[in-house]
């Protein structure tokens, strides 16, 4: 992209950073003439003056054009000469949360600019307002980071009167006097226009749209084109828009308003994207305004070579329908503001004939007074038209014909849109046979789009519709069958359900609508009509087939859905070292437990199952050590199928003791360290001498030895030492033994 050649470092900084330039008086050096020479050729070479090579020569070379249907955004224009920055600010917010997934990505800044002076080294203005703290590039950035796009408002063929009385302003890369490309004697408002036959005006008019283009707009609204056809001629208007269009290529949509349209938009078919086919919104009139600016005002005047085309977007939209769709150009009704007043009818009419047109959809309402009015924007079915670049096409190009009032075209998928409207104060019948105004025969299945429902199928239609109203059609031939859902409730978990089960059917069919839905409960079982939900209350796994058509004769494939019902709790079994585990069993406290918990469930199947002794998790095969442990502990078990049935069993056992199960413990406490020193020999003498008694039979002699073996267990322990794990466990033990 090509920079504008400036030896003013300040203002050449200015223009690549975004700042605002200094405006007024600023002195400006001058090069050499080789210099300039030299810049000039830069200046051509970066696209700045001649075409650039991936740039595109015509409009219907570029992607958008491409399209074939307008733009979707929101205007500033209803806003006047109060716009400020914090409202521009709060729409852009309000546009990217509220519409921006609906298809809307521009936001358009419009007209009062003509007090406007600041600008850049190359005469180029730099910002909507000399107010404004920011400029095009900062709006530029701050709209795309909301991932929308920029639109602005500016006339290549301006230049503001102040800017050119300054003699030492020179065109981008040349030594050219902006003055020198303007006449006195042509002037609108604060700005001259400038002749295109001059030298300079060339390098003028490519170097503003690269410009926008350098900063960060997306689109370019252009206005008052027609002052240039008056003061030059219509060959003089043709250059501007060929020169516009080889600088703007495939980067910048240029969109022309107030021109003439010279042999029927000839040139502006050849190389604007978007052309006004109808004279402004107006703001300023007593009459209701929606339908003011859509059919009442000054009806049945279209023509050519002049400004306006037609006074209304219906009389704009018929005449210029010929010049409209991909390859051509976007014909455009301007922006609607529904909060201004009118009938629910009529605001669906504009909304229906905009898309219908491909015009632009653009909102001139704005976050402070749109109200309920958004409905009308926020047409999915609708909007789809444009995001598919749909464009229409009347039955009559005769503004007065009633026929100009049906509207039809088609959707990239072959569907066809049809569009009865009424302009008139009376209902009127409006008629569409397929076969003879759409070319199809046999039966198709019609929908409403501003509804959503189904009219059934047919072979045409035809409706009186209200006064300024419309019926919105979509046509198409219905291949596809229902989808039917089915809901659970309560709602399954894991599959499963513990209480009875209603069943409810849903069917969706947008196209030609559902004929009805039928079930059954066994594969071999005669289909039943559904009507209401279905009740299953038995235990066990039921399969629910079922299956819609539609009024097309589409019959979905048979879909089956599993209710499953388990009531039942599960149940379980617990081994302890193998064995069966007996509720109360007494275990001695030198014995190590290993129990395995295994839960089952006859339908649903075990989601879980835990055990815990003494509110402690216990790990399922694990030991489980009893010394420490005398007297009784509690055991819970908890098991939990699929369906959510819990099952939870208290049980009990006892830890005891005896003098077998301490001598074990003692000698086990030996071999594991915890007891240790010069006494062990003496102690498992002492140990064997009880275990003789008891292997007797003699318990009463063997009790005898355990004073002495707790005397010893006491020792000092530099000669025995005894960890306290173990002297807890083996004091508590001969205590609970000498005291039986």
Same mark, same amino acid.
């Given at each position: 992209?090509?920079?504008?050649?400036? /030896?003013?470092?300040?203002?050449?900084?200015?223009?690549?950073?975004?700042?605002?330039?200094? +405006?007024?008086? =600023?002195?400006?050096?001058?090069?050499?003439?080789?210099?300039?020479?030299?810049?000039?050729?830069?200046?051509? #070479?970066?696209?700045?003056?001649?075409?650039?090579?991936?740039?595109?020569?015509?409009?219907?070379?570029?992607?958008?054009?491409?399209?074939?249907?307008?733009?979707?955004?929101?205007?500033?224009?209803?806003?006047?000469?109060?716009?400020?920055?914090?409202?521009?600010?709060?729409?852009?917010?309000?546009?990217?949360?509220?519409?921006?997934?609906?298809?809307?990505?521009?936001?358009?800044?419009?007209?009062?600019?003509?007090?406007?002076?600041?600008?850049?080294?190359?005469?180029?203005?730099?910002?909507?307002?000399?107010?404004?703290?920011?400029?095009?590039?900062?709006?530029?950035?701050?709209?795309?980071?909301?991932?929308?796009?920029?639109?602005?408002?500016?006339?290549?063929?301006?230049?503001?009167?102040?800017?050119?009385?300054?003699?030492?302003?020179?065109?981008?890369?040349?030594?050219?006097?902006?003055?020198?490309?303007?006449?006195?004697?042509?002037?609108?408002?604060?700005?001259?226009?400038?002749?295109?036959?001059?030298?300079?005006?060339?390098?003028?008019?490519?170097?503003?749209?690269?410009?926008?283009?350098?900063?960060?707009?997306?689109?370019?609204?252009?206005?008052?084109?027609?002052?240039?056809?008056?003061?030059?001629?219509?060959? +003089?208007?043709?250059?501007?828009?060929?020169?516009?269009?080889?600088?703007?290529?495939?980067?910048?949509?240029?969109?022309?308003?107030?021109?003439?349209?010279?042999?029927?938009? !000839?040139?502006?078919?050849?190389?604007?994207?978007?052309?006004?086919?109808?004279?402004?919104?107006?703001?300023?009139?007593?009459?209701?305004?929606?339908?003011?600016?859509?059919?009442?005002?000054?009806?049945?005047?279209?023509?050519?070579?002049?400004?306006?085309?037609?006074?209304?977007?219906?009389?704009?939209?018929?005449?210029?329908?010929?010049?409209?769709? =991909?390859?051509?150009?976007?014909?455009?009704?301007?922006?609607?503001?529904? #909060?201004?007043?009118?009938?629910?009818?009529?605001?669906?009419?504009?909304?229906?004939?905009?898309?219908?047109?491909?015009?632009?959809?653009?909102?001139?309402?704005?976050?402070?007074?749109?109200?309920?009015?958004?409905?009308?924007?926020?047409?999915?079915?609708?909007?789809?038209?444009?995001?598919?670049?749909?464009?229409?096409?009347?039955?009559?190009?005769?503004?007065?014909?009633?026929?100009?009032?049906?509207?039809?075209?088609?959707?990239?998928?072959?569907?066809?849109?049809?569009?009865?409207?009424?302009?008139?104060? /009376?209902?009127?019948?409006?008629?569409?046979?397929?076969?003879?105004?759409?070319?199809?025969?046999?039966?198709?299945?019609?929908?409403?789009?501003?509804?959503?429902?189904? &009219?059934?199928?047919?072979?045409?239609?035809?409706?009186?519709?209200?006064?300024?109203?419309?019926?919105?059609?979509?046509?198409?031939?219905?291949?596809?069958?229902?989808?039917?859902?089915?809901?659970?409730?309560?709602?399954?978990?894991?599959?499963?359900?513990? #209480?009875?089960?209603?069943?409810?059917?849903? $069917?969706?069919?947008?196209?030609?609508?559902?004929?009805?839905?039928?079930?059954?409960?066994?594969?071999?079982?005669?289909?039943?009509?559904?009507?209401?939900?279905?009740?299953?209350?038995?235990?066990?796994?039921?399969? &629910?087939?079922?299956?819609?058509?539609?009024?097309?004769?589409?019959?979905?494939?048979?879909?089956?859905?599993?209710?499953?019902?388990?009531?039942?709790?599960?149940?379980?079994?617990?081994?302890?070292?193998?064995?069966?585990?007996?509720?109360?069993?007494?275990?001695?406290?030198?014995?190590?437990?290993?129990?395995?918990?295994?839960?089952?469930?006859? &339908?649903?199947?075990?989601?879980?199952?835990?055990?815990?002794?003494?509110?402690?998790?216990?790990?399922?095969?694990?030991?489980?050590?009893?010394?420490?442990?005398?007297?009784?502990?509690?055991?819970?078990?908890?098991?939990?199928?699929?369906?959510?049935?819990?099952?939870?069993?208290?049980?009990?056992?006892?830890?005891?003791?005896?003098?077998?199960?301490? $001598?074990?413990?003692?000698?086990?406490?030996?071999?594991?360290?915890?007891?240790?020193?010069?006494?062990?020999?003496?102690? !498992?003498?002492?140990?064997?001498?009880?275990?003789? !008694?008891?292997?007797?039979?003699?318990?009463?002699? +063997?009790?005898?030895?355990?004073?002495?073996?707790?005397?010893?267990?006491? $020792?000092?322990?530099?000669?025995?030492?005894?960890?306290?794990?173990?002297?807890?466990?083996?004091?508590?033990?001969? !205590?609970?033994?000498?005291?039986?």
């Amino acid at each position: 992209m090509g920079v504008p050649a400036s /030896t003013d470092s300040m203002d050449k900084q200015a223009f690549y950073d975004g700042r605002r330039a200094p +405006a007024m008086n =600023k002195t400006r050096k001058t090069g050499s003439v080789i210099m300039r020479a030299v810049l000039a050729l830069i200046l051509a #070479s970066s696209g700045w003056v001649t075409c650039t090579p991936d740039s595109k020569a015509y409009a219907a070379d570029t992607a958008f054009n491409q399209k074939g249907s307008g733009i979707m955004g929101w205007h500033a224009t209803p806003y006047g000469g109060s716009f400020t920055e914090e409202k521009m600010k709060a729409n852009v917010d309000w546009l990217a949360e509220r519409f921006k997934d609906y298809g809307y990505e521009y936001v358009c800044i419009d007209g009062w600019v003509g007090d406007s002076t600041l600008h850049n080294a190359d005469g180029y203005i730099t910002t909507y307002k000399n107010d404004w703290q920011h400029d095009w590039k900062y709006w530029a950035d701050y709209v795309h980071s909301k991932g929308l796009k920029l639109g602005i408002y500016y006339n290549p063929s301006w230049v503001h009167k102040s800017i050119a009385d300054d003699a030492t302003n020179k065109i981008a890369g040349t030594d050219i006097p902006i003055q020198s490309i303007t006449d006195p004697a042509h002037i609108h408002q604060t700005r001259y226009i400038i002749d295109p036959g001059k030298p300079g005006a060339e390098q003028y008019v490519k170097g503003m749209i690269r410009y926008y283009i350098s900063v960060g707009v997306d689109l370019l609204k252009i206005d008052f084109l027609r002052y240039v056809d008056d003061a030059y001629g219509p060959e +003089a208007t043709t250059t501007l828009y060929r020169w516009m269009r080889e600088a703007a290529g495939d980067e910048l949509i240029l969109y022309y308003a107030n021109e003439k349209n010279r042999n029927h938009a !000839q040139d502006e078919v050849k190389y604007a994207d978007i052309i006004r086919a109808s004279e402004d919104w107006r703001t300023n009139t007593d009459q209701p305004r929606v339908w003011y600016h859509t059919s009442m005002r000054n009806r049945g005047q279209a023509k050519d070579d002049i400004w306006p085309p037609a006074y209304n977007i219906f009389d704009g939209f018929i005449w210029l329908s010929d010049v409209s769709g =991909k390859g051509k150009v976007v014909i455009d009704g301007d922006f609607s503001v529904m #909060s201004s007043g009118g009938t629910d009818a009529e605001k669906k009419t504009r909304i229906s004939l905009l898309a219908m047109a491909g015009s632009s959809i653009n909102i001139g309402d704005n976050y402070g007074n749109i109200g309920q009015n958004d409905v009308y924007y926020k047409n999915r079915e609708i909007i789809d038209m444009n995001r598919k670049g749909f464009v229409g096409k009347p039955l009559s190009r005769d503004v007065n014909d009633p026929l100009s009032q049906i509207w039809k075209g088609q959707m990239p998928d072959g569907t066809w849109i049809v569009g009865l409207f009424n302009r008139e104060d /009376t209902p009127q019948t409006r008629t569409i046979d397929f076969q003879r105004d759409l070319g199809i025969n046999g039966m198709y299945t019609v929908s409403d789009m501003w509804s959503h429902t189904a &009219l059934g199928i047919m072979s045409s239609y035809s409706e009186e519709v209200e006064p300024h109203g419309v019926r919105l059609l979509k046509i198409s031939l219905d291949v596809t069958p229902p989808i039917t859902t089915a809901r659970l409730e309560p709602a399954a978990q894991n599959g499963w359900n513990r #209480s009875d089960v209603s069943v409810t059917l849903t $069917v969706y069919d947008d196209v030609s609508g559902a004929a009805g839905t039928e079930y059954r409960l066994k594969p071999d079982d005669e289909w039943i009509k559904y009507t209401v939900p279905i009740l299953f209350q038995s235990e066990g796994v039921h399969s &629910l087939q079922f299956r819609s058509s539609d009024t097309a004769g589409n019959v979905e494939r048979t879909k089956e859905q599993p209710v499953q019902i388990d009531r039942t709790p599960p149940d379980y079994t617990l081994k302890v070292n193998g064995n069966d585990f007996a509720d109360g069993t007494e275990y001695k406290d030198d014995q190590i437990l290993r129990f395995e918990l295994a839960a089952k469930d006859a &339908l649903s199947g075990v989601a879980a199952q835990s055990m815990t002794i003494d509110g402690q998790p216990y790990t399922n095969g694990s030991g489980y050590e009893l010394a420490g442990k005398l007297g009784t502990r509690h055991v819970m078990i908890t098991a939990v199928d699929l369906a959510g049935n819990t099952i939870e069993h208290s049980l009990q056992f006892k830890v005891g003791t005896d003098i077998r199960s301490l $001598v074990n413990l003692i000698n086990r406490y030996i071999d594991s360290g915890d007891i240790k020193g010069a006494l062990v020999p003496l102690i !498992q003498n002492l140990l064997d001498k009880i275990t003789e !008694q008891l292997d007797k039979g003699l318990g009463k002699e +063997a009790s005898k030895l355990l004073p002495e073996l707790l005397d010893r267990l006491n $020792v000092h322990p530099k000669l025995l030492e005894v960890s306290d794990r173990a002297k807890t466990v083996l004091t508590t033990d001969l !205590q609970a033994i000498l005291a039986k």
